[in-house]
């Protein structure tokens, strides 16, 4: 189960990570690195859901669970949202949006923090 406050979750997750800004971006927190965004927070058709990219073959694979579904609009590029309330696990969660930070973040001079990543989610550099 979500904690009460998924927003003040995500801040903590995302923010420690380098080069990461939170935007006010279509009425809804989005969390970017070096401009791109690569995770937001917020309700799409009445469902508060977090959005995030994977790996192609990842993003078929958590669709499959039904607290997953294609991100509206960008599912086709692998974005996918996680329903909130159906969270059971923030570090879950934090694998996640490492995952979509590690896709979106620019690489080219930016090993500090490719390397970051890797170490804080346990995948070797």
């Not at 380098?18 to 970017?32: A, I, K, L, V, Y």
């Not at 669970?65 to 509206?72: E, G, H, N, V």
Request: charge should be neutral.
């Amino acid at each position: 189960m979500a904690r009460s406050n998924p927003l003040s979750e995500m801040r903590r997750i995302c923010l420690s990570l380098p080069e990461t800004t939170e935007t006010m971006t279509w009425g809804q927190p989005h969390f970017r690195v070096r401009g791109k965004i690569f995770t937001g927070i917020g309700d799409h058709a009445g469902i508060e859901n977090i959005s995030f990219k994977l790996e192609r073959e990842h993003a078929d694979a958590v669709v499959q669970d039904t607290r997953f579904y294609r991100a509206p609009y960008v599912g086709a590029h692998g974005w996918v949202s996680m329903r909130v309330e159906e969270i059971r696990d923030w570090d879950e969660v934090r694998a996640l949006l490492l995952e979509s930070y590690r896709l979106i973040a620019p690489t080219s001079g930016d090993k500090r923090a490719r390397a970051t990543t890797a170490s804080a989610s346990g995948l070797a550099p």
